[in-house]
């Protein structure tokens, strides 16, 4: 019980801080087709930015600075990068973004160093927050939960009550329609790629102390936030939501649930030992394909189902 | 023998309905035109003969044949093919090569690797004789992509016509051309379209009545008349529904 | 793109020779290139250059395979190098079975084997990938190679975990006799094999299948109704594909005589895309100077700089935004101009936007390195150099003039790009109203 409720929680605060990098690309990916893989660099970015602004402001300031940061370099990205790019189609759009991850981490381990850096909790939060049979509950991740809660209201608030939130919303599921709204185009993709960005870097801040700052978060992180999007569909902010619960949920209670295809079959009677057949891949726990499990989905759910949870349209 | 037979046929994309009951039969050798004002339902019927649509209900039927759950490739191998209004060739293949790979299916080329195309003597020259006849021999090794709208129409005609398919759809063929192109591409379909069945969704009614054997109309998603174009242009319910009220 | 003229040209020796004298020039300088890093005073090869040599035909090799998906058929793939790397497991597993069991297999044909192993891959992976198109394609690709990158470290029995699989090539099957104990024999089997490998790729090219993949690339709906199956034509070429980039691995196992994990990963595919983009996708031998450039700055500026790959993704995000047709692009865009015989009207723009184009690269590498230097090297202890300077790296002013050539150089290559522009131009216009240009 204990394991389910503390993996539970553990699940929900990962589960938001991938909606809170999904969110964004998803809007990116639904408006203007770009699967942007420097995405998972802006969190890299926000992280690092995060840190070094910690050593001489403290966390609070860099809460709000270093998303701001993250933000003009999106819109810098966008204006000046992909723009121009852009009349090459979706194909020389995506390799750009690619080759700008690639620079990213190049360009953080020239500044920040190969290994990770010293990014820790502010001591203000730096406390168990309650106590759940024995397992303590650190109430940074209480924080986490918090601050993610604020932003998903302030999103859909954003794209509900504002003027420039319905033709992004509109754009979102029909993106050749936004031009005929009368709105300037170009100036909403910057808008959108920015507040994206600025909402990746968010996650790097709050999430960058909660797991590692190093080089290879970007690379490790931007595999899974795609398979979030598309496993939630495009156009869809809910599905997004939906599905980075679900993937928060999944690779959490994959690894404490230590059980193998092997501890499946002994439950109807079969004993499993080296000599069986396949016994390599029937002993693999669960623990250690944790990690595989976004891939498996990813690749199941473009093949069945390509528009994804609750998409309107193919990937 | 019937090319094409349409029965009840009816497609609607979410709760509105653009093809609302057709019925059609079109036998072999006939030359074909749909006409009638914008958002008729012309494209879309095309498109639910070519298989690039499914139909929600009803039966099509090419060469005698079924089409429910054909993909587009095997609705062209009953011996359908079809152009499109919106242009729709290769552009950074050579106009050369965009004809031979409307010819390599029906030559029984299939998805082979081994044999080369430069040593197939025959097909070269099918090919090129094709050009000749769609006036762009000159263009042979020019990327299709860069040339001019009217010969970019031509080229369009060519690979529909290339595979030797008995049934040609053109949808607009001459949309967006000058009276000589236009007058050029109508001596074109004639010619291309002997001994086969034709049916062409056309604006330009100089073209409509001189080409077409039948004429059908089509409003809103229904068929209002099916007639020659001696009937169709005496016929009174056309005029009001699709030439206006003034006309009447 | 090649395209073959209709007209049955005689076959006589110089128009051959003119028509396919690419392919012998390349052969020699394989041939020769390994005479040319000859050690006279210790009478042998150059290990070094050998592996660099062999690792470069083997990467063209793969950077091919590569394009025949991406230039040919217009899929983007981010797991190419599963392929690769299952071809060369193949060879690892084939090698240590004939050297278990005494099977009289020939070395010579373990590239094949590779291609086998790749071909099965294929066969399995792209049933799944080919399914889709586009960026859902580059999804299931990316996510395949994940996933397979992931399984080799978990399953020992095919991948060896972490430490992979090693081999011996020495097995004394060769059917002309040769052991394969010198690098140098290794290297001309492989270049044999590469030579093989590419005629075939570039003869695919000219095949129905070939054909119809660059249509389902321009335009894949209307090959539907030509009456193609796109999915039929992806799957088919992916194929293919797979047996190339087996083939390449299967050189790459005989090479290093270990196969890893790093054979199927990420880095490995990245390595393939940048290869093959900045070599230019639009033509056939694009990949091949694409996969030279790209081994020789792992190889050649690696040695230098820790930042080679910074480097290598700077052009790369230069070639995406000012020359998509990469480096034979850019040779391409030539051809009108020199057709017209008025190329030398074009030495002074280039003059001109060279010298500050070499100010700005030199500033930029300069704050690269010293940047290096201070986060990564210093700690590491190594001193300070380029290109035989040794400045302090503390001072003011090496990090001054660095920024300022660096930006200095960016705002006047602005400034001179804008005539070189006009230039060009107006001489493609010129060849335009000519009809050298369509």
Redesign the interface.
Same mark, same amino acid.
């Given at each position: 019980m204990e394991v389910f409720v503390v993996s539970l929680l553990n699940g929900l605060v990962y589960g938001m801080l991938l909606f809170m990098l999904a969110s964004g690309l998803t809007l990116i990916f639904s408006m203007m087709g770009v699967l942007n893989f420097a995405h998972a660099s802006a969190y890299m970015i926000g992280a690092y930015f995060a840190y070094t602004l910690s050593l001489y402001v403290g966390f609070w300031v860099a809460l709000i600075v270093a998303p701001i940061l993250c933000g003009l370099l999106g819109a810098a990205i966008e204006m000046w990068g992909l723009r121009r790019v852009h009349k090459n189609g979706h194909i020389a759009e995506l390799l750009f973004t690619f080759g700008l991850a690639l620079i990213i981490e190049k360009v953080v381990q020239m500044t920040w160093g190969l290994i990770a850096v010293p990014y820790r909790i502010p001591s203000g939060l730096d406390f168990p927050l309650f106590d759940l049979w024995g397992t303590q509950f650190p109430a940074y991740r209480a924080f986490m939960l918090l601050i993610s809660a604020l932003m998903f209201l302030s999103i859909w608030l954003g794209l509900t009550r504002t003027r420039i939130g319905l033709v992004i919303q509109a754009a979102l599921t029909h993106p050749d329609m936004a031009g005929a709204l009368g709105h300037n185009v170009p100036r909403v993709f910057t808008m959108v790629f920015a507040a994206g960005t600025a909402l990746a870097g968010l996650a790097g801040v709050i999430g960058g102390n909660y797991r590692v700052t190093e080089p290879g978060m970007a690379f490790s992180m931007g595999p899974i936030v795609f398979v979030v999007v598309v496993f939630g569909g495009l156009g869809s902010l809910t599905g997004c939501f939906i599905a980075s619960i679900l993937m928060g949920l999944i690779q959490t209670f994959a690894v404490v649930l230590d059980y193998s295809l092997a501890d499946l079959l002994e439950v109807f009677g079969f004993v499993v030992t080296k000599a069986t057949p396949g016994s390599e891949f029937l002993m693999v726990t669960l623990p250690r394909i944790a990690a595989l499990l976004p891939f498996i989905l990813l690749v199941l759910i473009l093949v069945l189902r390509p528009r994804g949870l609750l998409g309107t349209r193919d990937t | 023998m019937t090319a094409i037979q349409l029965t009840d046929v009816r497609k609607s994309f979410g709760r509105t309905e653009i093809i609302r009951g057709v019925n059609l039969t079109i036998p072999k050798g006939q030359r074909h035109a749909i006409i009638g004002p914008n958002g008729a339902g012309k494209t879309t019927l095309f498109n639910l003969i070519?298989g690039?649509f499914p139909i929600t209900s009803g039966r099509i039927e090419v060469n005698g044949n079924d089409t429910a759950g054909l993909?587009?490739?095997q609705i062209? $191998?009953l011996g359908l093919?079809?152009s499109?209004q919106i242009t729709?060739?290769?552009?950074?293949? +050579?106009v &050369?090569?965009n004809i031979?790979?409307?010819l390599? %299916?029906?030559r029984g $080329?299939?998805?082979? &690797? %081994?044999?080369?195309?430069?040593s197939q003597?025959a097909l +070269?020259e099918e090919a090129?004789q094709l050009l000749e006849r769609l006036n762009l021999s000159s263009?042979?090794?020019?990327?299709a992509g860069?040339?001019s709208y009217a010969e970019q129409r031509s080229l369009e005609i060519g690979? +529909?016509i290339?595979?030797g398919a008995d049934v040609i759809l053109l949808d607009e063929p001459t949309a967006g051309m000058s009276h000589s192109e236009t007058d050029y591409v109508q001596h074109l379909i004639r010619t291309i379209s002997e001994g086969k069945t034709l049916v062409m969704v056309e604006h330009d009614m100089g073209v409509v009545f001189g080409l077409a054997d039948i004429i059908t109309v089509l409003v809103y998603g229904e068929v209002i008349a099916s007639d020659t174009p001696a009937n169709i242009r005496g016929n009174r319910a056309v005029q009001q529904a699709y030439l206006g009220e003034e006309a009447a | 793109m090649s395209t073959q003229t209709s007209s049955a040209a005689a076959m006589s020796a110089p128009s051959f020779l003119r028509r396919h004298g690419l392919w012998f020039f390349m052969l020699a300088l394989m041939l020769v290139l390994p005479w040319v890093f000859y050690d006279h005073e210790k009478g042998r090869h150059s290990g070094f250059a050998i592996t660099l040599l062999s690792e470069m035909a083997l990467m063209s090799i793969f950077a091919l395979s590569y394009n025949m998906l991406m230039g040919q058929a217009g899929l983007l793939s981010f797991g190419h190098a599963v392929l690769f790397g299952v071809g060369a497991y193949f060879v690892a597993h084939t090698l240590n079975f004939i050297r278990a069991s005494g099977l009289p297999i020939p070395v010579e044909l373990m590239p094949l084997v590779g291609g086998i192993g790749g071909l099965v891959c294929g066969v399995l992976t792209g049933y799944v990938a080919t399914k889709q198109r586009a960026t859902a394609f580059a999804m299931i690709t990316m996510g395949i190679g994940e996933l397979l990158t992931a399984a080799a470290l978990m399953f020992m029995t095919f991948f060896g975990g972490e430490g992979g699989i090693t081999t011996d090539r020495v097995v004394d099957t060769s059917i002309f006799g040769i052991p394969y104990t010198r690098p140098i024999q290794v290297y001309y089997l492989i270049v044999a094999w590469a030579m093989i490998a590419a005629l075939l790729m570039f003869l695919q090219t000219q095949t129905p299948l070939g054909r119809m993949a660059n249509a389902s690339r321009d335009n894949y709906e209307r090959t539907q109704f030509v009456g193609y199956d796109p999915k039929v034509i992806r799957y088919w070429q992916f194929i293919l594909a797979g047996f190339f980039a087996g083939i390449a691995g299967g050189m790459y196992c005989l090479v290093y005589e270990i196969v890893t994990f790093d054979t199927l990963a990420a880095v490995k595919s990245a390595n393939a895309l940048l290869a093959t983009y900045i070599g230019g996708a639009v033509g056939f031998f694009g990949p091949i100077m694409g996969a030279v450039l790209v081994v020789g700055m792992q190889s050649g500026v690696s040695l230098h700089t820790s930042a080679w790959l910074l480097y290598l993704g700077v052009v790369f995000i230069a070639m995406v935004i000012y020359a998509p047709g990469g480096l034979l692009g850019l040779f391409a865009n030539h051809i009108p101009i020199a057709r017209m015989g008025r190329l030398g009207e074009l030495v002074v723009p280039y003059a001109r936007i060279l010298v500050p184009g070499l100010m700005m690269t030199l500033g930029f590498v300069l704050f690269v390195e010293l940047t290096t230097h201070q986060t990564i090297n210093a700690a590491q202890g190594k001193k300070f150099s380029l290109l035989g300077f040794a400045p302090d790296p503390g001072g003011t002013m090496v990090w001054l003039s660095a920024i300022v050539a660096m930006i200095g150089g960016a705002l006047w290559v602005r400034h001179e790009g804008r005539f070189f522009m006009a230039k060009w131009n107006a001489l493609i216009e010129d060849a335009k109203a000519r009809g050298i240009v369509a």
């Open positions: - | 070519s690039r993909a587009p490739q062209n $191998h093919s079809r499109f729709s060739i290769f552009p950074r293949m +050579t &050369f090569e031979r790979c409307g390599l %299916w029906s $080329h299939r998805y082979s &690797f %081994w044999s080369l195309l430069g003597k +070269t090129e263009r042979r090794n020019v990327y860069l040339l690979i +529909t290339a595979g | -």
